[in-house]
């Protein structure tokens, strides 16, 4: 059974560390443990929170690390950004919180299986 998993921008963040930080060792390791056997997919809100990493080179070796994983992605969604604000709300979250929620709700419109961060 295939799995749907929908990867955060925390975990690609990782994936620019500093080449032996275990950190990023365990996160590919894991990225690529999913990759070859489950799909994973991810938002435009990704790619808009990755763009805004300080360092032109980091924000494109970032964007670069994502696509090579070949992930599917998710159709901008307006159910995902209502869901986000009423996540907001009901959890009196303040609004620097959105993107989480945001991630949050397409993981859900999505159908997947699991949000990982």
Request: contains cysteine; glycine residues 6%.
């Amino acid at each position: 059974m295939t799995r749907t998993y929908y990867f955060d921008t925390s975990v690609w963040s990782r994936l620019v560390d500093p080449p032996r930080s275990a950190k990023r060792r365990l996160t590919e390791g894991f990225v690529g443990a999913v990759q070859s056997r489950d799909r994973i997919v991810v938002s435009l809100a990704v790619f808009a929170e990755l763009a805004q990493t300080p360092g032109g080179k980091k924000a494109e070796e970032l964007a670069r690390r994502v696509w090579a994983t070949r992930p599917m992605l998710l159709p901008s969604m307006p159910e995902a950004r209502r869901m986000a604000l009423a996540l907001l709300a009901a959890g009196r979250w303040r609004e620097n919180r959105f993107a989480d929620m945001l991630h949050v709700a397409y993981t859900l419109c999505a159908g997947a299986d699991a949000l990982v961060t």
